[in-house]
């Protein structure tokens, strides 16, 4: 596997198994076996995820990279690494001390990597978009990464117990309404981008999925948010953006009908 965009989307699979992990706790009565079943999850998914980091990194340095594979696509290993949240803040409340020490360092782990490479290969990826005018729907994902590592952010302060680390509980919220502001930013100037290119095209197209995992990590965030401080703009902001991913998924949904459709119709 050579293209770097094909390499960072690989990164989603350990997304799954964490997602999955925490659907699982949240709906499943879990018990001893179940926990410790859903740790070794964990540790496949941080692997896969940490692999393709690195496996990305090294192709960076060493490969020949074209223009087209410059985006923000190139993102997805950093916030998948930092995604290891949905799954390992659950889990916490279910596993021994020994091993949430070791899950909460490796959430402090990811979020440094994460968040510098959001800042150093955003900017590279930013860049190349405004130059290039690339897909308008992965303008999106450093929405999901910001949110995840606000997400991570107020996570913290919950460990301070393991007396491992101490991260302030106003120093997270500080920290987490920081990287709110640039979210906002970045997801309105996405969905005015998003409107203005849903007028200009003609044919349905499957791009504007792009749109719901991001737009769906923020609103999480954003409800955190809310739930710690209580002023209404976040919760103003998490229920808008809930209305918005209801429209998109109801739009995206309607687009893949008509591409399926027009897919089946030219085989026959």
């Known amino acids: 596997m050579e293209n770097l965009n094909r390499i960072s989307f690989t990164a989603f699979l350990g997304v799954i198994l964490f997602v999955a992990g925490s659907f699982f706790i949240t709906y499943v009565e879990i018990n001893y076996e179940i ?31 074209t223009q087209n594979e410059i985006s923000y696509a190139l ?40 968040f510098f490479q959001l800042i150093f290969i955003g900017s590279i990826a930013l860049l190349s978009h405004i130059i290039y005018k690339e897909s308008s729907a992965i303008i999106m994902i450093p929405v999901g990464a910001a949110s995840v590592l606000a997400i991570n952010v107020l996570a913290f302060p919950s460990y301070n117990y393991l007396h491992l680390f101490y991260f302030p509980s106003e120093f ?31 044919k349905p197209s499957l791009i504007s999925w792009a749109y719901v995992f991001p737009l769906a990590i923020s609103a999480f965030s954003d409800f955190m948010l809310y739930q710690e401080t209580s002023l209404p703009v976040f919760e103003a902001v998490a229920v808008a953006f809930s209305l918005a991913i209801v429209l998109l998924y109801a739009y995206s949904l309607r687009n893949t009908i008509f591409v399926l459709k027009f897919v089946l119709k030219n085989k026959v």
């Open 35 to 65: 926990a410790y079943a859903l740790l070794v999850l964990y540790f496949l998914g941080y692997s896969i995820v940490f692999l393709v980091n690195v496996h990305l990194g090294y192709k960076l340095f060493t490969k020949g990279v």
């Open 75 to 114: 993102l997805v290993p950093a916030l998948a690494l930092s995604a290891n949240v949905f799954l390992s803040a659950p889990l916490s409340h279910f596993i021994s001390t020994y091993f949430v020490k070791i899950v909460y360092f490796i959430m402090l782990f990811s979020v440094g990597i994460s």
């Open 172 to 202: 997270a919220l500080t920290l987490a309404i920081m990287l709110w502001g640039f979210e906002i930013w970045n997801s309105l100037v996405a969905l005015i981008t998003a409107v203005k290119r849903i007028k200009d095209k003609d």
